[in-house]
């Protein structure tokens, strides 16, 4: 399955006047439709709608139909009726004259003092009447499905991109794990030697094996080699790396795995930067630091891009 992006447009139109320059304007034409979709980034799903009053009824529909394909992501629906592409009023019929005058009866009935409509008023309230709500709300589930599936199409296609940006950062952390692997043992090495030598030199500044029979050459010996082990075990960042393997394996069957996993690639994220903190923490070699400064780069670009993954 694609990895899916939270980042994504989409835009569908229907119906609408013929905008044609030959062709004859339709006397009362059917006004259009118009949506937009827009998506962004978020914890969970989070849905918002623009919608005009005629298409309110349609609200429902499209929160059904967007939580059916959607799992993630701050969503914006805008839906718009388009106006008629000329200038002109439309001229309202006489019914809705007739319409329009009863009403203002009816209130002026019991509002005495409130204001006549005016032509401006009246045109503005017959040219929303145009178009029957039903057939409006019928056609914005159309462009719905049309508008979503595009979204989800742009939605793929950024998540692609971020699953191959993904997977060369994956590359990159693999090869510093691989140039970290040969210094483990060579560091190991030579913190115990250094620690042994320390505390022979220790030993022999302080005139210990000559001060009795306290504290014999082997003794020392012994006690030194044990102190120099467990302190080797410390700076070992063996574990650290077979841990940090792990994990990239891990992030990778994701991203291969596809679906809804923004979520536990964010987490994974996060264990690759304990790891690539605690290599850091054990350091005791310059090349070492450097590997780790560089995994913690790495690290961090794709926790940015993993933050945009439904």
Same mark, same amino acid.
């Given at each position: 399955?694609?990895?899916?992006?939270?980042?994504?447009?989409?835009?569908?139109?229907?119906?609408?006047?013929?905008?044609?320059?030959?062709?004859?304007?339709?006397?009362?034409?059917?006004?259009?439709?118009?949506?937009?979709?827009?998506?962004?980034?978020?914890?969970?799903?989070?849905?918002?709608?623009?919608?005009?009053?005629?298409?309110?009824?349609?609200?429902?529909?499209?929160?059904?139909?967007?939580?059916?394909?959607?799992?993630?992501?701050?969503?914006?629906?805008?839906?718009?009726?388009?106006?008629?592409?000329?200038?002109?009023?439309?001229?309202?019929?006489?019914?809705?004259?007739?319409?329009?005058?009863?009403?203002?009866?009816?209130?002026?009935?019991?509002?005495?003092?409130?204001?006549?409509?005016?032509?401006?008023?009246?045109?503005?309230?017959?040219?929303?009447?145009?178009?029957?709500?039903?057939?409006?709300?019928?056609?914005?589930?159309?462009?719905?499905? +049309?508008?979503?599936?595009? @979204?989800?199409?742009?939605? &793929?296609?950024? !998540?692609? %991109? $971020?699953?191959? /940006?993904?997977?060369?950062?994956?590359?990159?952390?693999?090869?510093?794990?691989?140039?970290?692997?040969?210094?483990?043992?060579?560091?190991?090495?030579?913190?115990?030697?250094?620690?042994?030598?320390?505390?022979?030199?220790?030993?022999?500044?302080?005139?210990?094996?000559?001060?009795?029979?306290?504290?014999?050459?082997?003794?020392?010996?012994?006690?030194?080699?044990?102190?120099?082990?467990?302190?080797?075990?410390?700076?070992?960042?063996?574990?650290?790396?077979?841990?940090?393997?792990?994990?990239? +394996?891990?992030?990778?069957? @994701?991203?291969?795995?596809? &679906?809804?996993? !923004?979520? %536990? $690639?964010?987490? /994974?994220?996060?264990?690759?930067?304990?790891?690539?903190?605690?290599?850091?923490?054990?350091?005791?070699?310059?090349?070492?630091?450097?590997?780790?400064?560089?995994?913690?780069?790495?690290?961090?670009?794709?926790?940015?891009?993993?933050?945009?993954?439904?």
């Amino acid at each position: 399955m694609a990895v899916y992006s939270m980042t994504g447009y989409a835009t569908a139109h229907l119906g609408g006047p013929t905008t044609a320059a030959n062709a004859e304007p339709a006397r009362d034409p059917k006004p259009g439709l118009g949506l937009e979709i827009r998506s962004v980034n978020s914890r969970f799903l989070d849905l918002t709608f623009k919608l005009p009053d005629d298409l309110r009824g349609s609200e429902p529909a499209l929160r059904e139909l967007l939580t059916s394909r959607l799992k993630r992501g701050k969503v914006e629906v805008r839906a718009w009726i388009e106006g008629r592409s000329d200038a002109s009023p439309r001229s309202p019929s006489a019914v809705e004259l007739q319409k329009l005058v009863g009403l203002q009866d009816n209130v002026r009935a019991w509002l005495p003092t409130a204001a006549p409509l005016s032509v401006s008023e009246v045109l503005q309230l017959t040219s929303r009447q145009q178009g029957n709500p039903g057939e409006l709300n019928d056609g914005l589930q159309l462009l719905a499905d +049309t508008a979503v599936h595009n @979204l989800m199409e742009a939605r &793929a296609r950024e !998540g692609e %991109r $971020l699953a191959a /940006m993904l997977l060369d950062r994956l590359g990159q952390l693999r090869q510093l794990a691989r140039d970290a692997q040969p210094l483990i043992p060579l560091l190991v090495a030579q913190q115990r030697q250094r620690f042994i030598d320390r505390w022979n030199e220790a030993l022999a500044a302080g005139g210990a094996s000559a001060t009795g029979n306290s504290v014999t050459s082997d003794m020392a010996s012994d006690r030194a080699l044990t102190e120099a082990t467990a302190f080797a075990i410390r700076i070992d960042v063996a574990e650290e790396l077979t841990r940090l393997d792990s994990h990239l +394996t891990e992030i990778e069957r @994701l991203i291969h795995k596809g &679906a809804e996993v !923004g979520k %536990r $690639l964010d987490f /994974m994220i996060q264990e690759l930067h304990r790891e690539a903190n605690t290599l850091g923490s054990k350091s005791s070699n310059l090349e070492l630091t450097r590997i780790s400064v560089d995994m913690k780069v790495l690290i961090e670009q794709m926790r940015e891009q993993v933050q945009n993954i439904e």
